[in-house]
């Protein structure tokens, strides 16, 4: 998967939210690293509890705000979004 550069920039950002210290200090890393774990890019909230359903996540009765507050799930601020598997 290719990652543009407002993902990569949004990972860059807010890696720490998902690990204790930085696995990226430039966008080749960053890029680098999403490849490593195959990470995804959805384009809606809808498509976030589908990928979690997918993976075997029970996701019943859960918020769309709670899905979002993850540490996997990382908003890349034009609706779509980055999801890490640590």
Do not use: H, W
């Amino acid at each position: 998967m290719q990652f543009d550069d407002d993902v990569l920039e949004c990972f860059l950002e807010n890696q720490l939210q998902l690990f204790p210290e930085k696995v990226a200090e430039t966008l080749e890393e960053a890029e680098d690293f999403l490849e490593d774990c195959m990470a995804v890019v959805v384009d809606s909230v809808e498509e976030v509890l589908a990928y979690f359903e997918e993976e075997g996540i029970d996701t019943e009765g859960v918020m769309n705000e709670e899905i979002l507050d993850a540490d996997e799930v990382f908003d890349i601020g034009d609706g779509r979004y980055l999801i890490v598997e640590g």
